[in-house]
């Protein structure tokens, strides 16, 4: 610790400590401008200089640490004389066109300039314009705006690590640009917009919507992927105009293209805004009396006739806690079934259950800020630019900053590898192999946690049996990975004390069962329950996968995983029961299959059979084209309820606008069609149904507080940590067969879902789907980048158009998930991220 | 040399433009730029020093204020990006006759502003601009009130260093590549480090780094570690398997031929073939030992060798092939190399050990091994060394402590050192001595081997040595060591190293070519004839003329490194090579091999010099210097364990000593 004076106040802080802190704790503000929390201290405006007694200079506060015995002075007429002298020559040039400037009322410029008294100019100097950037997606410079803070370029590199804009030229003529001039090429999350002082870099989708202070704020929860990023909605004329988010949220203010820009969607033209019903083979507009009759009725009619099972419904992650709730309540209870399931069968559900048993817990062990101090991290088969960007911030944080050692296995060369200690490039379809071998190469170099096994985990030595009798050799073989980077791997990761082992989609929905078994198994090697910093974190693109599951939007459970008496019919038995007539209705919630799922051809076939479709969603679709009923939903910025995540933190989402036309929250939807069976009153308000989804569920609790505007105080109970970890017996990876080529189908990270793909802004940076394809195999097979290629799997095909590229493996080629036109995922078997496919030239 | 008219470098004010006795002043500075045209003014962070009453002060400090606003100021700061904007166009309007005497205040005044800058180029630059206004300003009014025109006669050359980057003898820019890793850019960093620097993984971790002798931030507390953080930029990249990103320029038709793979020849190699230019280097050793003295005269315990493996690898897939296995002079002869190439380099550095001068070591004893340099290339390359149980090394250089080291890790249970001077005295470097220290070898200071003491067998058992004392100071004024008669000891062994030095072995050079070999066994060179006031030839710290073309008198072949130098360091061959390679590409492309301007103004400030230990840096001592993590205990010298000793910063440690970086840029401006 050390201890100073501050304006005559004695302060102790620990070693490290800047000025600028220091003085905080006393409460004594020293002015700033460049300084940014998040990022390292850049020092470039110079009005936090202080005075140092003995220091024949100043120095600035936020980057200079404290020493012992110093006395330091923030205010002096010298200071004050030297800080305006400073703004004045920031000003020197600076444009007066606040008026119309996009950061007009909410400019940090404006604000220091008025805090320091800068309000005359001395200084002059030759006016030279630079050209504004109006050639960049989504966003525009104007540099002649730039006080050169630098914030963006370090949110940029230090968070984002696009790498994507810097410092360039000299003297004056000194801008923040592309790094190569071009046109902007990036992420287009847009946290270097937020992090602007001034209107330098600006959105231009909210350029000239408004005036900043004219707006609603909304703070609400990001309804994109699971990360559960903290955000506020700026709406007016029941609009949302931008997202925004403040770095005193969890997130630090960090988004991703889908929060920043991905409101799109909410304004897009194929919004359902009033209740579809089919009449004489064609859909007609109807209100909602009459759409929910016909429902009820024919829904009556066939339980009546073929008994409550001939019933089914598919649920939502995107959808809220309380409308899971009562969507299972309305097929468990009002109807009588228990054929509910979701997308999580694709994978995440039987995943978590295999968490559930080994770790006690749901989701992940730990909440994801843990990974920010984690000394080493393995990422497996996910890629979370594109799964979770939220958590990828948080990896790049502890590798860059923390000195975490970082592993990442992926098929594919993403953007995690310019990070990663080492790159394991396994072959599609290798997780289990490539894991078993990780183990393998652990306890061979003896880089288990001895003290943690020992301690806390049964069946250890019977996997050290089954692992003896395999070959390193054989295993990286398989893996097709060398047997030295398996070594390797393994000592960045072994004997640390703070282990993070991440993985997504393509453990969870390719790997199956056993290779999640396998990455528990790593994951109890390496002590990563026990980690302070650390733990096992399993990925999900959607938001409020965890929980769904958690309100028992799945066949085998009730809300808080109280088992059902009879497990009803899951996600693909839900198809065989149409495509044997024994399910002749099914409710389709806020869930497009056809649009992302696997086998959406056979899907498509199995929905004409049905006798009542109904289809409860946000936009038309060729799904709401078959459905018999269609109800138009509200999306997330247009609903209040709850979100959880999977590191189960559970979080309130407010409403910002109201549902375009007759569209009304899903909860309330859900909750009359309840009302209608049963007779039952429907809820009046969401807080009821939180309420009685908090006591159905038995593990959530708490009631909504408003905290800084922010609502909050919603719980969930994590069940105490076992006694001891078992082990799960190893299985003994099989080779993956060898296919000429190997289609992989994942997310990008200029998409979430299908969702985004509504966004005009995330259109405009992509706006259609592809297929990489590896140079080497493009030249054998003559494609060129844009060609035409075609893919076929099995007797599916589709045509999409290249995307020549050095990031993947010879011999694989990826498609984008999300798009509709290409319907990737089609080709897909039933739980797979990958499979074998011809590809040629179209 | 004429004298100074007017001086304010240093701040001692000398003012000769008044007439009557002239004042005396001199500065290390030559009297003319390049041998002929004379300097009349020179510029910079400490002033102005004027020889010639002609220069026109305020056109000159408009043109030093321009170069450095739209040159060098990095702009990322306020008061040095918009102040110096500021004072460019005071200044400017001043000589075009627009200017007002208000502007000589704005001058002053934001001169003075600019010591708030971020670091040092801005506030240094505003010091001979404000000496201008201050000492010249009579010039300047006139300026203001009409009186005067611009005259175009002097022609300006400027030059951007630091303290650091001047002393480092490879002339890396060190504050780009520090402030690269500040900003958490170590790809950039390397990038930096590369343009000067061929082998960064080795000068990031063997470099006496003289660097650090003349950093401005010892002045405040202790230099930066700016050795360790090259090394954090170099390991930065393999550590997360990135490719180096460098791409050579279209292939050249002419070649190059090199002999010798050492950090010389590799570093210029590496230069030309980025240039397009086919190299060949030649190389006695066989393949897996290039490096030259790096390979085979620096142990793995300090320089693990896939590491340098991989700088090698990196400079041969630039375009270089290495053909190993051939000494020139034996497998292939240096006429013939003349004929095959377009040009050719000698780099065959100093790998001869020199004689020891004491009683019995023409011999052949048992257990007197050839040298030092000998000893650590034969147990580096795994072949018997020929050394016993009990091991003597004499010398007091960095190869006797890399001997007395290396001799414990080939298993000697006694590991002795003898030095004639005292432990302060060494030339090796002081963390070398205290690793040796540490790890349980034995010193004798002090002392003088006389004789070799043998066995029956001619096997050694000791050597008789004296007790040194300090003698009497001589013509020198250095007190040298002399016995003390009757001190006479004997220290037990069975094996002697000298290890007190080599030089090249140039026999490979037929004496009928022409190139011309000094009586220190090195190749003589061409160079610029610069002369101080006095009229005697400036001299580089080894001795050798300042500004060397490194041509030798044979056309089309040039030498460099150690054979060129003088037995030396990596970083001082690298970037004497890289000079070498720079002037090789003149000659073959245009026929005459010659020192540009920028190479010339920068060694006239490397003379000067650009540090100045004596400076008041006012600045907050409150982060003091990072070190890095170090492998400790006995263990480390274990029998064969060339484990690295010396584990470089953790990258969030290399970020905070690369925040203790002042960033002492400065920019010089001769006129002419």
């Known amino acids: 610790m050390v201890s100073l004076t501050i304006d005559g106040k004695n302060v102790t802080v620990p070693a490290g400590t800047t000025i600028l802190d220091a003085a905080a704790q006393l409460g004594i503000t020293i002015p700033t401008l460049c300084w940014l929390q998040k990022v390292s201290p850049t020092g470039a405006c110079r009005v936090c200089a202080v005075e140092v007694e003995g220091v024949d200079r100043n120095m600035t506060a936020c980057n200079t640490p404290v020493k012992e015995g110093i006395k330091v002075t923030t205010q002096s007429e010298a200071l004050t004389a030297a800080r305006k002298k400073i703004m004045e020559l920031m000003l020197v040039n600076h444009p007066l066109d606040c008026p119309v400037c996009d950061a007009g009322g909410e400019c940090g410029l404006q604000d220091a300039c008025y805090e320091l008294d800068a309000v005359r100019q001395d200084y002059s100097a030759v006016l030279e314009r630079r050209p504004i950037r109006y050639d960049w997606s989504l966003l525009e410079s104007d540099p002649n705006r730039c006080i050169l803070c630098e914030k963006c370029v370090k949110v940029d590199h230090e968070i984002v690590g696009a790498d994507a804009i810097a410092v360039v030229n000299r003297g004056e003529a000194t801008i923040i640009d592309t790094v190569d001039g071009k046109p902007l090429n990036c992420e287009f999350c847009g946290n270097c917009i937020e992090a602007c002082p001034t209107g330098t870099l600006i959105s231009k989708p909210f350029k000239f919507r408004g005036r900043p202070w004219t707006f609603t704020v909304t703070k609400s929860v990001c309804g994109f992927c699971s990360t559960g990023c903290q955000i506020e909605y700026h709406s007016r004329n029941n609009r949302v105009e931008r997202v925004t988010s403040s770095d005193t949220t969890y997130n630090n203010g960090n988004l991703c293209i889908n929060g920043r820009f991905g409101y799109a969607y909410l304004n897009t033209p194929d919004r359902l805004t009033v209740p579809l019903v089919k009449e004489g083979g064609a859909q007609v507009s109807a209100d909602w009396n009459r759409a929910m009759t016909g429902a009820v009725a024919k829904l009556k009619e066939i339980v009546a006739g073929a008994g409550p099972q001939a019933v089914a419904g598919i649920g939502s992650p995107r959808v809220t806690n309380e409308e899971s709730y009562l969507f299972q309540k309305l097929l468990r209870d009002a109807i009588g079934t228990g054929n509910i399931d979701s997308e999580a069968r694709l994978g995440y559900a039987q995943a978590q259950a295999v968490l559930q048993g080994i770790f006690g817990c749901t989701g992940a062990s730990a909440t994801i800020d843990r990974i920010d101090r984690a000394q080493a991290i393995l990422v497996i088969g996910c890629d979370l630019n594109a799964e979770s960007t939220g958590v990828e911030y948080r990896v790049i944080k502890a590798a860059t900053k923390n000195d975490a050692r970082l592993v990442l296995a992926n098929m594919r060369n993403v953007k995690l590898k310019k990070y990663a200690n080492a790159h394991l490039s396994y072959r599609p379809g290798a997780e289990l192999a490539l894991i078993t071998g990780l183990m393998k190469a652990i306890l061979d170099e003896g880089l288990e946690n001895k003290e943690f096994i020992a301690a806390a985990t049964s069946g250890f030595a019977a996997l050290q049996g089954a692992l003896a009798s395999q070959q390193l050799a054989s295993l990286a073989e398989a893996a097709g990975v060398s047997e030295a980077s398996l070594r390797e791997a393994a000592r960045y990761l072994g004997k640390k004390k703070d282990v993070a082992v991440i993985f997504g989609a393509d453990v969870i929905r390719g790997g199956g069962v056993e290779t999640v078994k396998a990455v528990a198994n790593l994951a109890l090697l390496l002590g990563a329950p026990m980690a302070e910093n650390g733990g096992i974190f399993p990925i999900e693109q959607k938001n409020n996968i965890q929980g769904m599951l958690d309100m028992g939007v799945a066949p085998d459970h009730l809300p808080g995983y109280r088992p059902a008496a009879a497990p009803g019919k899951d996600l693909w038995q839900i198809v065989a029961g149409i495509e044997q007539g024994t399910v002749k209705a099914l409710y389709l919630l806020g869930c497009d299959p056809l649009a992302t799922f696997p086998e959406s051809d056979r899907i498509r076939k199995a929905l004409a059979r049905l006798d009542l479709l109904i289809v409860q969603d946000i936009a038309t679709s060729e799904l709401t084209g078959l459905a018999h009923v269609v109800f138009p939903g509200a999306a997330a910025a247009e609903k209040s309820g709850s979100f959880t995540t999977p590191d189960n933190r559970v979080q309130c989402l407010s409403r910002a606008v109201t549902p375009p036309g007759d569209a009304r929250e899903d909860w309330d939807i859900i909750g009359e069609l309840i009302s209608r069976l049963t007779g039952a009153p429907h809820a009046r308000s969401v807080a009821e149904v939180t309420v009685e989804m908090q006591e159905a569920s038995g593990i959530y609790g708490g009631s909504c507080t408003l905290v800084d505007g922010r609502c909050s105080g919603l719980t969930k109970a994590m069940p105490a940590a076992p006694a001891t970890y078992a082990f799960s017996a190893a299985t003994v990876p099989a080779a993956p067969a060898v296919e000429p080529f190997t289609l992989i189908v994942g997310p990008i990270g200029f998409h979430n879902g299908s969702m985004s793909t509504r966004s005009a802004n995330n259109l405009t940076v992509s706006p259609a789907g592809f297929v990489e394809v590896a140079s080497a195999d493009a030249a054998r097979l003559g494609i060129v980048d844009g060609g035409s290629v075609r893919v076929t799997a099995a007797n599916v095909s589709i045509t999409g158009p290249a995307k020549v590229s050095s990031r993947i493996q010879a011999g694989t080629i990826f498609a984008p998930v999300h798009f509709r036109d290409l319907k990737a995922s089609s080709l897909l078997p039933a739980n797979a991220t990958s499979v074998g496919v011809k590809v040629e030239k179209a | ?672």
């Open chain 2, 1 to 672: 040399m004429a004298q100074v008219v007017f001086s304010s470098w240093g701040r001692d004010i000398i003012d000769n433009r008044a007439g009557g006795e002239a004042k005396e002043a001199s500065f290390r500075l030559p009297t003319t730029f390049d041998g002929e045209r004379s300097m009349a003014a020179f510029m910079g962070w400490d002033g102005i020093i004027l020889y010639s009453k002609d220069v026109d002060v305020p056109v000159m400090a408009a043109e030093y204020m321009k170069r450095v606003q739209t040159q060098y100021v990095c702009g990322k700061c306020t008061p040095g990006k918009k102040g110096t904007r500021v004072l460019m166009d005071a200044l400017a309007r001043i000589v075009s006759g627009e200017g007002k005497e208000a502007d000589l205040a704005t001058i002053e005044d934001v001169a003075e502003l600019l010591k708030n800058c971020k670091c040092t180029l801005c506030p240094s630059s505003s010091v001979p601009v404000r000496d201008a206004v201050q000492h010249f300003r009579a010039d300047f009014l006139a300026y203001i009130a009409g009186n005067r025109q611009p005259s175009g006669a002097f022609r300006f050359i400027d030059k951007y260093t630091a303290p650091c980057q001047d002393k480092c003898p490879a002339h890396i820019d060190i504050p780009a590549y520090i402030e690269a890793i500040k900003e958490y850019r170590f790809e950039e960093s390397l990038a930096v480090v590369r343009d000067n620097m061929p082998l960064p993984s080795v000068c990031g971790r063997v470099c006496p780094h003289p660097c650090e002798t003349a950093c401005r931030r010892k002045n405040v507390d202790e230099p930066i570690s700016i050795m360790v953080l090259k090394r954090s930029a170099s390991d930065y990249e393999w550590q997360h398997e990135h490719h180096p990103p460098m791409q050579p320029k279209p292939r050249k038709s002419k070649t190059v031929a090199v002999v010798g793979a050492g950090p010389a020849g590799v570093a210029a190699a590496y230069y030309l073939a980025l240039e397009g230019y086919p190299v060949t280097i030649y190389e006695a050793l066989p393949e897996g030992y290039g490096g030259g003295m790096i390979a085979v005269g620096i142990p793995p315990y300090r320089q693990p060798r896939h590491l340098l493996q991989r700088d090698i690898d990196i400079v041969a897939s630039m375009g270089v092939e290495i053909i190993y296995n051939t000494r020139v002079g034996k497998d292939i002869s240096l006429p013939e190399l003349k004929q095959k190439y377009d040009a050719v380099f000698l780099a065959p550095g100093a790998h001869r050990s020199k004689p020891m001068g004491v009683e019995g070591e023409d011999k052949g004893y048992k257990g007197f091994l050839k040298g030092g340099i000998d000893f650590l290339r034969e147990a580096y390359m795994g072949r018997p060394t020929g050394m016993g149980k009990k091991v003597c090394v004499v010398g007091g250089g960095n190869t006797a402590i890399d001997c007395v080291r290396v001799a414990l890790r080939e298993g000697a249970d006694e590991s002795t050192l003898l030095y004639r001077r005292s432990r302060k005295e060494m030339p090796a470097d002081v963390w070398e001595v205290d690793g040796a220290d540490e790890e349980g070898v034995k010193f004798e200071f002090q002392v003088l081997p006389t004789r070799i003491i043998v066995d029956a067998n001619d096997q050694i058992t000791g050597v008789e040595s004296v007790r040194m004392a300090l003698g009497e100071p001589d013509a020198s004024g250095r007190r040298r060591p002399e016995p003390i008669p009757g001190s006479e000891f004997v220290v037990e062994c069975d094996t002697v190293i000298p290890a007190i030095g080599q030089d090249a072995d140039l026999s490979f050079i037929p004496a009928d070519l022409g190139i011309d070999i000094t009586k220190w066994n090195t190749v003589v060179t061409k160079y610029v004839p610069l002369k101080d006031a006095a009229g005697k030839d400036l001299k580089d710290g080894m001795g050798n003329p300042l500004a060397r073309t490194l041509i030798t008198d044979l056309d089309g072949v040039f030498a460099g490194g150690d054979a060129e130098i003088g037995p030396l360091t990596v970083v001082a061959c690298v970037g004497n090579a890289h000079r070498a390679a720079k002037v090789i590409g003149r000659w073959l492309e245009e026929g005459k091999a010659y020192l540009a301007e920028d190479e010339l103004i920068e060694d006239i400030l490397t003379y000067l010099p650009v540090y100045d230990k004596n400076e008041q840096v006012p600045w907050l001592d409150s982060a003091a210097r990072e070190h890095q993590g170090e492998v400790h205990g006995k263990e480390r010298a274990s029998y064969k364990n060339y484990q690295e000793v010396e584990l470089g910063f953790t990258n969030s440690q290399a970020v905070r000593e690369a925040q203790r970086c002042l960033r002492c840029y400065r920019v010089a401006m001769i006129a002419l």
